[in-house]
Nanobody, 125 residues
Framework: EVQLVESGGGLVQAGGSLRLSCAASGFNFDDYAIGWFRQAPGKEREGVSS????????YYINSVKDRFSISSDNAKNTVYLQIDNLKPDDTAVYYC??????????????????WGQGTQVTVST
């Protein structure tokens, strides 16, 4: 059974940090890229970062690249998203998803085969 399980969300004050985790199982981790998306209330789902598991190449959208850092622990089939200097606009449900490595760097949700259930990040002022 394919599973992507996010964790690490929570309520944090502006300026704080969080590290989100995405634990994957049930598919060949090395053949995929893992992306992080977020969806704020009333807004469309937005891709923010991704990582190619096979070569470690990392991708970020411009608006987050100074504060977000993606990494992977391939021995644990886990991808992390470190978010620093959190802002209220970062409030959203954060999802991880898996796409075949040929689509690494894509933020089109249709490119992704598997999705996690999401973890809530709430940033207070």
């Amino acid at each position: 059974e394919v599973q992507l399980v996010e964790s690490g969300g929570g309520l944090v004050q502006a300026g704080g940090s969080l590290r989100l985790s995405c634990a994957a199982s049930g598919f060949n981790f090395d053949d995929y890229a893992i992306g992080w998306f977020r969806q704020a209330p009333g807004k469309e789902r937005e891709g923010v970062s991704s990582i190619s598991i096979s070569d470690g190449h990392k991708y970020y959208i411009n608006s987050v690249k100074d504060r977000f850092s993606i990494s992977s622990d391939n021995a644990k089939n886990t991808v992390y998203l470190q978010i620093d200097n959190l802002k209220p606009d970062d409030t959203a449900v954060y999802y991880c998803a898996a796409t075949p490595n040929e689509y690494a760097g894509s933020y089109s949700p249709n490119s992704y085969d598997y999705w996690g259930q999401g973890t809530q990040v709430t940033v207070s002022t």
